[in-house]
T-cell receptor, first 109, second 115 residues
């Protein structure tokens, strides 16, 4: 069975500092990986997906199949980036996502 | 953008009663909807996959007689927690997938408190 691991429950950085939210997965096939974000008192929303290879709100994530990782990065953290971030895996079609436990990002001034 | 709406946002009920939570896709058709459960400070756990016009597929360990799911139309799925008990208290979230893009959209969640 697939698994998504986010080792950090809380990550606190200063404004302007680089951010890296770690995500590792285990799955025998070729999964589709996502990052979802949940701002305070808002619903979960898609931040980015690995197949798009795009940058959203300054965030990027590269799928590293060798290390089975999909870490989320941003060079300069902003206060509005403070939120809960979930890494998720879709094993292949059907949108049955497996979520990691989430990382709370806190950007301090 | 596409919106998924859940109702009610929060509900308090007495032990032994049943509670229905609705999940609607407001501006797109969702042939498949998903129901999750989230405990405080924990991840979303997939409970079941709801397919329009057919029986839901439940994840291992989820009691299908306890959590009744109905997907009567392409825009509405309902989750009924039957004979609720305090341990059923949780945050329930639904999501719907757009058939054209495959993107998932999440509802705002429904907080159930069973006294």
């Amino acid at each position: 069975a697939q698994r998504v691991t986010q080792p950090e429950k809380l990550l606190s950085v200063f404004k302007g500092a680089p951010v890296e939210l770690k995500c590792n997965y285990s799955y025998s096939g070729s999964p589709e990986l996502f990052w979802y974000v949940q701002y305070s008192r808002q619903r979960l929303q898609l931040l980015l997906r690995h197949i798009s290879r795009e940058s959203i709100k300054g965030f990027t994530a590269d799928l590293n199949k060798g290390e089975t990782s999909f870490h989320l990065k941003k060079p300069f953290a902003q206060e509005e980036d403070s939120a809960m971030y979930y890494c998720a895996l879709n094993p292949g079609g059907g949108n049955k996502l497996t979520f990691g436990t989430g990382t709370q990002l806190k950007v301090e001034l | 953008g596409a919106v998924v709406s859940q109702h009610p946002s929060w509900v308090i009920c007495k032990s032994g009663t049943s509670v229905k939570i609705e999940c609607r896709s407001l501006d797109f058709q969702a042939t498949t909807m998903f129901w999750y459960r989230q405990f405080p400070k924990q991840s979303l756990m997939l409970m079941a996959t709801s397919n329009e016009g057919s029986k839901a597929t439940y994840e291992q360990g989820v009691e299908k007689d306890k959590f009744l799911i109905n997907h009567a139309s392409l825009t509405l799925s309902t989750l009924t927690v039957t004979s609720a008990h305090p341990e059923d208290s949780s945050f329930y979230i639904c999501s719907g997938g757009r058939a054209d893009t495959g993107e998932l959209f999440f509802g705002e969640g429904s907080r159930l408190t069973v006294l």
